[in-house]
T-cell receptor, first 115, second 113 residues
Framework: AQSVTQLDSHVSVSEGTPVLLRCNYS??????LFWYVQHPNKGLQLLLK??????LVKGINGFEAEFKKSETSFHLTKPSAHMSDAAEYFC?????????????FGRGTSLIVHP | SQTIHQWPATLVQPVGSPLSLECTVE??????LYWYRQAAGRGLQLLFY??????ISSEVPQNLSASRPQDRQFILSSKKLLLSDSGFYLC????????????FGPGTRLTVL
């Protein structure tokens, strides 16, 4: 069985400062890992994904995440926050089950960016 | 690339009324389709997924049901809505060429009063 834990329900930063959103996972196999972003009343947009290639994954809007197998972590970072980054972020693990990929979502981290 | 349409965008319904939410997909054929619910302040909960016409797998017991009458159509229904059915309902399918990556529709905001 797979699971995802997003360690912070809210993260508050000032504009221009670094962002760290934490995610730990558990999975029986070699999983695919994702980060999605959701702006208010919108669908989810893929930020980045890890699928057993490079452990440091670069995504859109300056975000990146590092896969650390020994720590079962996939934390999302950005060097400098922008006001437009304020949104809900979801960490996702996806494993094959019965021939289909079934994703498991974390509960989400709300990123608040102060001017 | 594919496009997902969800209808309606917003819906306000009284408790005990029926529900029908529609999801249609363009740009891909025979996709796996998924229904998620996002309740206020909570993450996404997978409700149903379908690997083909007439094939529905339920992930959680509830008063909702799903049907897939056509290859690219996925419908979420209820005979009698509960207050707890309020939430943001998202339809998704795998990205074309990347079966492990979910592509999401714009969602339907359901409020049950």
């Amino acid at each position: 069985a797979q699971s995802v834990t997003q360690l912070d329900s809210h993260v508050s930063v000032s504009e221009g400062t670094p962002v760290l959103l934490r995610c730990n996972y558990s999975s029986s196999y070699s999983p695919s890992l994702f980060w999605y972003v959701q702006h208010p009343n919108k669908g989810l947009q893929l930020l980045l994904k890890y699928t057993s290639a490079a452990t440091l994954v670069k995504g859109i809007n300056g975000f990146e995440a590092e896969f650390k197998k020994s720590e079962t972590s996939f934390h999302l970072t950005k060097p400098s926050a922008h006001m437009s980054d304020a949104a809900e972020y979801f960490c996702v693990v996806s494993d094959l089950s019965g021939g289909s990929y079934i994703p498991t979502f974390g509960r989400g981290t709300s990123l608040i960016v102060h001017p | 690339s594919q496009t997902i349409h969800q209808w309606p965008a917003t819906l306000v319904q009284p408790v005990g009324s029926p529900l029908s939410l529609e999801c249609t997909v363009e740009g891909t054929s025979n996709p796996n389709l998924y229904w998620y619910r996002q309740a206020a302040g909570r993450g996404l909960q997978l409700l149903f997924y379908s690997v083909g016409i007439g094939q529905i797998s339920s992930e959680v017991p509830q008063n909702l049901s799903a049907s897939r009458p056509q290859d690219r159509q996925f419908i979420l229904s209820s005979k009698k809505l509960l207050l707890s059915d309020s939430g943001f309902y998202l339809c998704a399918c795998p990205e074309v060429g990347r079966t492990d990556t979910q592509y999401f529709g714009p969602g339907t905001r359901l409020t049950v009063l």
